[in-house]
């Protein structure tokens, strides 16, 4: 596969898109790019790292950061845990290993957040180490060009494309091979009508030959999502703050604030968890949907009348300082309520 090799490594130095973090090989950069490319596209990352690295610049900064402020900047890019086990792992870094990310797959792959792929990915493009860096795009790839019919949404077959990528990596030239997988499932290997006529390393494919590489990869079908129903509101007290509350320090959207919200079955007509409220009907409906399940929200606008809210880390909050809380996309929706 000698040659497969030159073609993907030849096509990506001449066709590479320009990235932000493409300038250099700076580790930092390359581990704040690759956290936020998980599950998020590439022209949805773009800006977010621009402004990212101009608040945290170095690990030290962010390492020092309070984690809210790191939360804002995260505001919008969702799966947020990987803003919070990104600086605790960072803290880590500068603690342990006087802020130099680690170069050995051992170090580097003890830090929180960083699996195979990430580390991998690190190794490889900043340090020039021969390190398979496996997702979805690579996995992509190679079975159609190897003709590998097995389900990669096994665990046993991104295994299996770890051992492959290890066979096939360029000792000379990691960096370009590993991301020269990555980008040709980007933007040629798409996962419908790929651009096989385009494709540098066609005459190495299996499947282009046999005419089945609309049918690859194997993926099994996800689970249904989970359905759950929530009442939100937009409360005002007499001086026209408005209430919000910071969700629990684990679990989903942890630490980020929120409208308050209760599961419909739950709700109790002029009571917000000790808080008397006086509602002034529906003014919105929110469906988020998250990888796993669905909000479906019925936002009400309410006035506090009496007593006190029992929520920790509730409060109520001049309207013109929402926007420095950082809060999920699903109750960003609920913004333009605020009057």
């Known amino acids: 596969m000698e040659s497969f090799r030159g073609d993907l490594i030849e096509w990506f130095k001449k066709e590479q898109r320009t990235l932000p973090w493409r300038e250099n090989q700076d580790p ?35 390492a020092a950061a309070d984690e809210q402020e790191v939360l804002k900047a995260w505001e919008g890019l969702g799966y947020y845990s990987r803003a919070r086990n990104l600086q605790t792992a960072v803290r880590e870094v500068v603690s342990e290993y006087h802020s130099e990310v680690p170069k050995t797959v051992e170090e580097i792959g003890s830090l929180k957040g960083v699996g195979p792929y990430t580390q991998g990915a690190i190794l490889s493009i900043a340090y020039d180490l021969p390190v398979p860096a496996v997702d979805g795009n690579v ?14 949404a096994k665990q046993s077959t991104r295994k299996l494309f770890e051992l492959l990528v290890s066979s096939l990596i360029s000792s000379k030239d990691p960096s370009s091979f590993n991301q020269g997988l990555m980008e040709l499932g980007a933007i040629v290997c798409t996962p419908k009508s790929p651009s096989c006529l385009l494709c540098p390393v066609q005459e190495h494919c299996r499947a282009f030959h046999k005419g089945v590489e609309q049918e690859l990869p194997v993926k099994s079908s996800k689970k249904t999502q989970k359905v759950l129903r929530y009442r939100t509101y937009v409360v005002e007290n007499e001086r026209g703050e408005v209430l919000i509350e910071k969700r629990p320090e684990n679990g989903l959207l942890a630490n980020l604030w929120q409208y308050p919200m209760v599961k419909e079955e739950e709700v109790e ?45 509730a409060r109520f909050v001049p309207k013109e300082t929402i926007k420095n809380y950082p809060f999920p996309v699903s109750h960003q929706k609920i913004h333009p309520h605020l009057r």
């Open 269 to 313: 007509e002029g009571d917000l968890d000790g808080l008397k409220i006086e509602e002034n009907g529906m003014i919105d409906r929110v469906r988020h949907t998250f990888s796993h399940l669905i909000w479906e929200m019925e936002v009400h606008r309410a006035e506090a009348v009496s007593g006190t809210v029992q929520r920790e880390d």
């Open 28 to 62: 930092y950069r390359v581990w704040i790019s690759e956290i936020m490319l998980q599950q998020t596209k590439v022209e949805t990352v773009i800006p977010y790292f621009e402004q990212f690295i101009r608040k945290f610049p170095t690990l030290e900064d962010l």
């Open 139 to 152: 996995m992509r790839v190679l079975s159609r060009v190897l003709l590998v019919d097995e389900d990669i």
